[in-house]
């Protein structure tokens, strides 16, 4: 295949996929949801569960995007030092969401910072926004997709603590969010927590926490213990679906940690809405692809 071919196919799969996100939620997510609805028994929460199902459902058979805020797109990206493309990657990554913006359709969610000007097409001046990350002696690119809300992911908060506030002062930070922003951002909610030496890191570990399946746990028993911890203690607070009271709060807590220096513990937290609209797909050499998140899609 020709490499001018090859970029065209690139770009028109990750658009494709991008515009999909907007519209089916990722497996993991969908079946938490029905699992949170079964669970339930308060008639008001029941209902409202069952409302998000039929959101879904007419999202899918009206190909029309499941939330009217379809986002600020943000992109992991794990990308072999081997990958073909790997240098027009960053391109064909920004024409991929501008051409998803039109054919989506999505909301124009990009305003130019001072200029204060919507770009239109969902690109900008960092937009949309990659965090990247090589993989040596690799042929294949792995991509996280994510459709960062302006409503739940976007306010994300961090906060750098003296040592001496533990991990009781984490969890306190934590549960003050909860209990003040929680209500807003559109429950029950995915809970990205960073725990590390500094803000910056921590704001990162927070978002990278969000793209793990829903339930999944962290490889330290002590952390996987305080991610268990969490969701009691957000559960008791009793948001519900819709912040409409309820047995259960959120899908997950997903905690992501670093070492740190010795003087300070920094703690930050995202969180995703209920329709938790993230995808991974992995592309090898040839272009060939999988969807890891939406089994049984096609593009």
């Keep these: 295949m020709e490499k001018t071919e090859a970029l065209g196919l690139l770009t028109d799969r990750v658009a494709k996929f991008t515009a999909m996100i907007g519209k089916r939620l990722p497996d993991d997510v969908t079946a938490k949801l029905k699992e949170l609805r079964d669970e339930e028994s308060m008639p008001m929460a029941k209902m409202i569960y069952e409302a998000m199902e039929r959101n879904q459902e007419q999202a899918v058979a009206l190909n029309r995007p499941s939330c009217q805020d379809t986002g600020m797109i943000q992109m992991f990206v794990r990308v072999g030092s081997k990958f073909p493309y790997i240098d027009a990657l960053a391109e064909v990554l920004k024409d991929a969401v501008a051409i998803a913006t039109k054919e989506g359709p999505l909301r124009h969610n990009a305003v130019e910072t001072f200029d204060e000007v919507n770009t239109g097409t969902n690109t900008g001046t960092k937009a949309p926004w990659l965090y990247w990350d090589i993989l040596p ?25 003296m040592p001496g506030e533990g991990y009781e002062g984490v969890v306190k930070f934590v549960l003050d969010i909860m209990t003040s922003y ?8 995915l809970v990205g927590i960073g725990i590390g030496t500094s803000i910056d890191s921590a704001a990162y570990m927070s978002k990278v926490a969000l793209m793990r399946p829903v339930g999944s746990r962290n490889a330290n028993p002590k952390a996987a213990q305080l991610e268990k911890d969490l969701i009691s203690a957000i559960d008791s607070i009793g948001l519900g679906p819709q912040g409409l009271q309820g047995k259960k ?27 938790h609209r993230r995808g991974t797909i992995v592309f090898n050499s040839d272009l060939s692809y999988e969807l890891i998140t939406h089994k049984g899609v096609k593009l």
């Design 249 to 275: 709060s959120v899908m997950g807590v997903h905690i992501e940690n670093s070492a740190r220096h010795p003087s300070v513990i920094s703690v930050a937290v995202n969180v995703g809405c209920w329709a």
């Design 182 to 189: 929680g209500l807003n951002a559109c429950p029950p909610l």
């Design 137 to 161: 002696d690799s042929d294949r690119l792995e991509l996280d997709i994510y459709m960062a809300g302006g409503g739940c992911s976007l306010p994300g908060q961090g906060k750098t603590l």
